[in-house]
């Protein structure tokens, strides 16, 4: 006789999800692909489309982008430094988007902007950081201060 035993599993490790950092330009990209999408998706079907296992819609889920960009500003005042998390999971939102896109029709500008962004964040997944959260939204951590150049060449 053979008993049935529970197969052993190496403890789990509670996993931090990876977040890219992207810039407020690549932001604003975003967010005009997926409003482009979800016109073009409305002219062919009625009603919203959902992202997600929270079933966000397009508008939602640019409310969040946003405001995890005010938490950004706050760790990192300057435009320009400033980095927003987008978390891997998240790019599917972009990748439907890209879909939709090609499904109906969108002009080739809009498409080729999305498939180089989408590019552009795949790219970025080798450089994903630790976030922390302000208020319950995700901002990445200030970075550390750079060591001064005489002691970077020893």
């Given at each position: 006789m053979?008993?049935?035993?529970q197969?052993i599993s190496?403890?789990?490790t509670p996993?931090q ?7 407020l330009?690549?932001?604003a ?7 482009e ?6 002219s062919?079907?009625?009603g919203p ?5 929270k079933?966000l ?18 760790v ?6 400033a ?11 972009l990748?439907?988007?890209?879909l ?9 500008g ?5 498939r180089n ?6 790219a970025l ?9 302000m208020?319950?939204?995700?901002v990445?951590?200030p970075e550390?201060p750079?060591l ?7």
């Open positions: 053979f008993r049935k035993t197969p190496a403890p789990s996993e999800p990876e977040a890219i950092a992207i810039t330009d690549e932001l990209a975003l967010e005009g692909a997926l409003l999408a979800d016109r073009l998706r409305r062919w079907m009625d489309a959902y992202y997600g296992v079933l819609t397009v508008h939602d889920a640019i409310a969040l982008l946003y405001q995890r960009a005010g938490a950004a500003s706050a990192q005042p300057d435009p320009q430094r980095r927003i998390p987008l978390y891997r999971h998240e790019m599917k939102w990748a439907d988007a890209i939709s896109m090609e499904r109906h029709w969108a002009r080739d809009q498409l080729s902007g999305a962004l989408h590019n552009r964040f795949n997944l080798g450089q994903a950081r630790a976030i922390t959260h208020g319950g939204v995700s990445f951590t550390s750079q001064p150049d005489a002691r970077r060449s020893q």
